[in-house]
């Protein structure tokens, strides 16, 4: 009798091992597929076309706050095309005042099952002008930049961008765009939590993450961003309920020197460069350092970005970085 419960124990203690290993496999390769699935969907967009009464951009400014109807296509470089029902509205503070930005930016939620298609950012440039493709450019490399440096960046995508207004069937905008993924999205892909409650508790924001935030912020000249209100910084939190801070709207930092700013950024950078208050980690300073060339060949490789727009940005980048290494 002994030798029979000692065995059905043993045969008891193995099938317990074989199911909690069978549950952890399935589940890593449930959220593997997730975060392929999120990712390669987002990377397959290659054009959108919106159709939507584009007279609310001259609507009352609390108006632009909610989702206005609108009809979606959406083109992937699989060549398949779908259709949605789809809502628009405006997104930011500054550039969702038109008076500020005739294009502003745009949130698109899509009626879908798709999880990492109902919801997601479009930015344009400020106004329908070539010089402003160039401005839309440098920020959607500082998006692509941090993101390669840091796993806590958001995903970005260049797309062809059509607008078509509903009551005139005629294009209000044919130009490219970049699309910038949900929170819900990267939420879903990194497997953490958004978090929107203050005050942030500063001791639990990991600090390889935030070093990293700090270092890139100075690298692009950029101090349009504060932890205590959010302002232009996100913040999720993993199951050890340790927080990350997700920067992003780029297009004040000196780098990108925007025309709509109230001040000469550049001009301004230069003569009031702002401080990083905390200490760089050593380590982040140095995987940046190895980072560089991809990021100058990044660059270089940007097809939209003139030659002279290239080179003051490289040199603004290797400017700054050989100030945090002195």
Known sequence: MYKYLKKNKLFAILLLCFSFFFSFECQKKKTQLQQKTNSSLLDSL????????????????????FYHKAQAQIVFSSTKKR???????????????????????????????????????IVLPCKNDSSYLQYLAKEYLL????????????????????????????IFYAQKAFVVESDANFCSRKQVKEIEMLPIETHTINPVVYSKMLLFQYLIGNNDWNLENMHNIKFVKNSNNELYPIPYDFDFAAIVHT??????????????????????????????VTLLPQMMERIENESFLTDSSKRAYQQFISRNLKRVRN
């Not at 939507?52 to 009352?60: H, K, L, N, R």
Request: glycine fraction near 2%.
């Open 143 to 170: 998006y692509q930049m941090y993101e390669q440096f840091c796993s806590f960046g958001l995903k970005t995508k260049w797309i062809n961008l059509q607008i078509i207004n509903s009551k005139t069937n005629k």
């Open 46 to 65: 290659e054009t959108i076309k919106l159709e939507f009464d584009t007279d609310f951009f001259t609507e009352q400014y609390d108006s632009k706050r």
């Open 259 to 288: 025309p709509y700013t109230d001040f000469d950024s550049l001009t301004f950078y230069s003569e009031n460069e702002f401080d990083i208050h905390e200490p760089i980690n050593e380590f982040v300073l140095n995987q940046l």
């Open 83 to 121: 259709n949605y029902t789809a809502g628009v509205k405006l997104r930011g503070e500054f550039r969702a005042d038109t008076a500020n930005c005739p294009l502003p930016q745009l949130k698109i939620k899509l009626k879908t099952n798709q999880k990492e298609l109902k919801n997601f950012d």
